[in-house]
């Protein structure tokens, strides 16, 4: 059995070294271009990029003592995912992305709800996934949020 990970160190100690090294490029792309006010967490088990309480108090609506999700990066069993929240919110984000993804590589991506899953990672399209990061600040988010999911 797996040791539970409560830190994102842990997490990351945990991977294998060739899922370790794609995670760390994620995680970096994402870091450098997150807008203000976005923190770094565990969040659901995986490396979490979130809305603090301290800007939203009310959190996530399924769990409201938890932050309010905005990114989430994860080893899986068969692929490396991103979560984007607003990819699952925004129909004109989700469309933007899916027409740069076309330019930018030759497969179609492998979209679900709010989940990019990379079966080959040496097919992440890491500065397409720099801008996606970039497409909306933290206010945009709550108010996109408050606006198309919670109920």
Same mark, same amino acid.
């Given at each position: 059995?797996?040791?539970?990970?409560?830190?994102?160190?842990?997490?990351?100690?945990?991977?294998?070294?060739?899922?370790?090294?794609?995670?760390?490029?994620?995680?970096?792309?994402?870091?450098?271009?997150?807008?203000?006010? @976005?923190?770094?967490?565990?969040?659901?088990?995986?490396?979490?990029?979130?809305?603090?309480?301290?800007?939203?108090?009310?959190?996530?609506?399924?769990?409201?003592?938890?932050?309010?999700?905005?990114?989430?990066?994860?080893?899986?069993?068969?692929?490396?995912?991103?979560?984007?929240?607003?990819?699952?919110?925004?129909?004109?984000?989700?469309?933007? @992305?899916?027409? %740069?993804?076309?330019?930018?590589?030759?497969?179609?991506?492998?979209?679900?709800?709010?989940?990019?899953? @990379?079966?080959?990672? %040496?097919?992440?399209? @890491?500065?397409?996934?720099?801008?996606?990061?970039?497409?909306?600040?933290?206010?945009?988010?709550?108010?996109?949020?408050?606006?198309?999911?919670?109920?």
């Amino acid at each position: 059995m797996e040791k539970e990970v409560k830190t994102v160190t842990e997490y990351m100690e945990q991977l294998p070294a060739e899922r370790k090294e794609v995670l760390q490029k994620l995680r970096k792309i994402i870091t450098e271009n997150l807008p203000e006010g @976005f923190e770094e967490t565990l969040s659901y088990g995986m490396i979490g990029y979130v809305v603090p309480h301290s800007i939203y108090p009310d959190g996530y609506h399924v769990t409201p003592q938890l932050p309010l999700p905005f990114i989430n990066i994860a080893s899986q069993k068969s692929h490396i995912a991103l979560y984007h929240m607003a990819l699952y919110a925004d129909e004109n984000l989700l469309n933007w @992305f899916k027409e %740069e993804y076309a330019k930018q590589t030759n497969t179609k991506p492998d979209i679900g709800k709010s989940c990019i899953r @990379f079966k080959k990672p %040496e097919q992440i399209p @890491f500065s397409l996934i720099g801008e996606l990061v970039q497409q909306i600040d933290i206010q945009q988010w709550v108010q996109l949020y408050k606006t198309k999911i919670k109920k």
